[in-house]
């Protein structure tokens, strides 16, 4: 049998919150997860820059074996997918498909509002894109959309200092700040793969009854539903439950922040070295 596993990419760590709820639910299912860390952080790089970034970490996906590649990053989704999707796979690999993060997520979260105010926290470049609030009025127009970018999450996660007092006062001022303004908010999506390692914190800050929604779930169950609806996508998917873990940064050092987020100890291999 060929080794066609489903490819998950991110410019670092936070993707390995998806792939954890893609294996929950496709079990089965070979993965190979790609982190660019030599080159992240993506967010504060032009739509360019990603661009390119992310279409050669798909392309090496494909070179791998992968006929379906999910953007395990919002920045990737955002600045990328939709030019990749629409302008580079019909030239590279019609036959293939990349989806991404944000979509899932922005399909479904509407259904989950009482009061039509939903609240974004993120990364200032995905906030900055406006990818979020864009998507949730293209399926509920009727949704008011808040965003708060939170830019010192990111680094106080991957440093492992998000259990210390000094990340508490950041996590607590910008939840602030976004109930602050729009108090309607009944639901919260953490719209970085980093923040399920902090929603806990962040639970415990917003009122009662606010529901947080995280992505990796969404967008596992969805992954599962396309590939239903896709029996020719899904039958280029291989099935012996092999997990790779592929970096661009030093092997050694992925591996030991890379636990934090996919739960269990890891052995990564560079990129370059896979054949």
């Keep these: 049998m060929n080794h066609h596993p489903i490819g998950v990419f991110d410019s670092g760590f936070g993707g390995l919150t998806v792939l954890k709820e ?16 030599a080159r992240a952080p993506y967010g504060n790089r032009s739509f360019e820059i990603v661009h390119a970034y992310t279409l050669e970490a798909v392309e090496r996906l494909f070179a791998a074996g992968c006929h379906l590649v999910v953007l395990a990053c919002n920045t990737a989704s955002a600045k990328a997918l939709r ?3 629409q302008n580079d796979l019909p030239r590279v690999a019609p036959e293939r498909r990349v989806l991404g993060v944000i979509r899932p997520v922005t399909e479904w979260v509407g259904t989950l509002s009482r ?9 200032a470049g995905t906030v900055a894109s406006g990818s979020y609030e864009i998507e949730i009025r293209k399926s509920f127009p009727g949704v008011t959309v808040t965003q708060e970018a939170c830019p010192m999450w990111v680094p106080l996660i991957e440093n492992g200092e998000f259990d210390t007092p000094g990340a508490d006062c950041f996590i607590e001022r910008h ?3 976004l109930m602050e303004a729009d108090p309607l908010i009944d639901v919260v999506v953490l719209g970085c793969t980093h923040y399920p390692l902090i929603q806990g914190k962040i639970e415990k800050l917003l009122p009662p009854g606010v529901r947080v929604v995280a992505q990796g779930g969404v967008v596992a169950d969805r992954l599962a539903d396309y590939l239903r609806r896709h029996p020719e996508i899904a039958a280029h998917c291989s099935r012996r439950g092999v997990r790779e873990f592929l970096t661009s940064e030093s092997p050694e050092a992925f591996d030991r922040a890379a636990s934090l987020f996919y739960g269990k100890p890891i052995r990564s291999r560079r990129q370059s070295d896979l054949a």
Excluded at 115 to 123: N, R
């Design 115 to 123: 009061s039509g105010h939903v609240g974004i926290l993120a990364t």
């Design 22 to 37: 893609i294996e929950r639910v496709l079990p089965d299912h070979d993965l190979l997860y790609f982190g660019d860390n």
């Design 83 to 85: 030019t990749i999707q």
């Design 175 to 177: 939840v602030g700040r």
